[in-house]
C-alpha cells in the first residue's frame, strides 16, 4: 500500500475456524472467527468464539512482532469454567495464592494482558509480563480456603487480580442454613523469599457468618488447638461467628474468632479428671454471652446458660 508519500505493508487474515494459545496465558481458545491486520509493523486482532456455550472475546494490539513485541491483549468472557485448564494459563504466583481458596464453578471475566521486552541488567527472554484480570462468580461457585477449610457454596463476589495484589470482595455463599460472607486480599511483598522458597506474602481476610451449625464439618476446619476445646465444650445448635485472620512473614500468625451463640445452643462440657474412669460431665442449655477464639487462647464473656432447667 501507498498512502500520503509513506510506503507500507498490510494484510488482513479472515479467520474461520482457527485455534489459539498465547505462550504467557496459555489459555487455549478454540474455533475462533475474526480478522487479523497487519499495519505497519503492528497487529490487531479481534477474534471471537463460545466457552461453555457463552461467547469468548479476544482483542488487542502486537507491535513490533517478534522477540521485541509489545503485547497487549484483551479477553472478555460472559461465563468461563473455574476449572484446572484456568489454573494452568495464570502465571505460577498468582496461580499458588488462588488455589489455596479451592474455587470452582464458573466466572464472568475480564482479562487484560500486557508484554513489554524485558531491559536492565537481568534480561529475561521471555520479557516483562503483566496480567489483570476481573472475575465474577456466577454459577455454582464454591470456595475452600486452605486456612479455615470450611466449604462455602452458592458463592457470588468479584476477584481483582494485580501483578502483586489480589483482592476479593463482595463474597457472599452458604452452607446449609447459614450465610457467610468474607473480604480480604493477599498482598506480595517486596521482600526477599521466605527460607521454604515461597513468595512473602500478607494476607488479611475477614469473614460474617450468620446461624452457622456447630456439626463436624465446622469442627474439622478449626485448627488443632479449637478442635481440643471443641471436644471439651460439645456444643450443638448454631451461632453467629466473626472472624479476622492476618498472617504476615515476620510476625506471629494472628487468628481471631468471636461465638455468640444462638437461641437453644446447648454446650456439654466433658472435665477431664487424674481419674481415667471419672469424667463428670456437665450439660449446659440455651448458652449465651461471647465466645473468643485468639490465636491459642479460648475465653469466655457474659457467658450464661440453664443448668438442668434452673
Known sequence: ???????????????RDVSGIYRHFPYPIEHMKGELKLENGSIRLKL????GGKPIVLEGTIDNPGPDAI???GIEAESVPVDQKLFDAIP???RKVVSQFQPSGSAQASVKIFRKPSVG???RPEGDFFLDAVIDLKERCSIRWAGLPYPVRNLT?????????????????????????ADGQVRKLPLPRLPNGEEPLKVEVAVNAENLLFNDELRDSLQP??????????????TDVRAKVDIEPGRPDSVHIELRPRPKANIRLVVPTLDPN???ELPMENVTGLFVFHNDEVTMTRAGFDFRGA
Do not use: Y
Request: glycine content about 12%; overall charge positive; charged content about 15%.
Open 225 to 238: 488447638a479449637w478442635r481440643r476445646t471443641w471436644t471439651t465444650i460439645n456444643p450443638t445448635g448454631s
Open 48 to 51: 471471537r468464539s463460545f466457552v
Open 1 to 15: 500500500e501507498v498512502e500520503g508519500g509513506m510506503v507500507g505493508v498490510g494484510a488482513t487474515v479472515v479467520c
Open 278 to 280: 471419672f469424667t463428670p
Open 71 to 73: 503485547v497487549r491483549l
Open 92 to 94: 505460577p504466583d498468582v
Open 121 to 123: 541488567p537481568m534480561v
Open 157 to 181: 463476589g468479584r476477584l481483582t487480580i494485580h501483578p502483586d495484589l489480589w483482592i476479593f470482595e463482595n463474597m457472599r455463599g452458604g452452607n446449609g442454613q447459614a450465610l457467610i460472607k
